[in-house]
Each structure stands twice: as C-alpha cells, then as structure tokens.
C-alpha cells in the first residue's frame, strides 16, 4: 500500500491501514462517531500523533469567519474525514478539497465506513502553499 511517489505515503498507509481495522471488525452500518472513536483507538495503538475534532479556523480575505472542525488532524499535517454513509459523492470531495485549501494542508483522506467494503481517497491540495520559516 506504500507508494513512494506520494508525500506522506507510509503516515497515510499507517492511518488506512487502522480504519481497515475498524472497518473489518465493526462492518458498515454505525453512525459517523462510532467510527471516529474506534479509529482513534486504533491510531493511539500503534503511535500515530493526532488530535480528534481539531478546531480550525476558516479565513475569508485574511479576515476570520468562523471555524470547523476536522474529524482527525495527524501530525500537524494530514486531515482525515470520515463518513459513515452508503456512497461517497462528489460533494464529499468537494468538501474534503474545501477543509485541506482553507487549512492549507497538503495531504488529506476522505474514508467512508458506510460501505460494505471500505472505501478511502487520498486528496492533494493543489492550492497548498508551504510555509515560510
């Protein structure tokens, strides 16, 4: 499942490979928080650094609007979305798209537990713009 070529790709196959954990222990079926606290303690197993329902906040015009909440925040550095629903739609995408560009983060996944098997994409922020230290 590593795949050198994608940044972040051990870290990101660490955090799939957890939610394949819950998925193959839970099945489909529970709601969206069920998930959320099984993949937590699946990622505190094996070492992975997160903070759950991390609040950030969202900017307009340099200009602070509000805030939202992203289901996982892993090393400072990948956002993970999780859904708990029959099939992932374009407007999930969007939404995960949306969070990584007013974050500016890099590298996110969107892991749906609602399906029979499970279903996950890896997203890049094409907008994202390293820091200047």
Known sequence: MI???YKYSELTSRIIGCAMTVHTTLGNGFQEVIYQRALEIEMHLIGIEF???YEMPI???DERIGTR???FLVNDIISVELKAIIKLENVHFAQAINYLEAYNLEIGLLVNFGETSLNFKRLTNKKYKPLKV
Do not use: A, K, L, T
Request: proline share 0%; glycine share 0%.
């Open 51 to 53: 903070i759950r329902e």
């Open 69 to 71: 909440r992203v289901d």
């Open 3 to 5: 795949n050198e070529q």
């Open 59 to 61: 900017y307009y015009r």
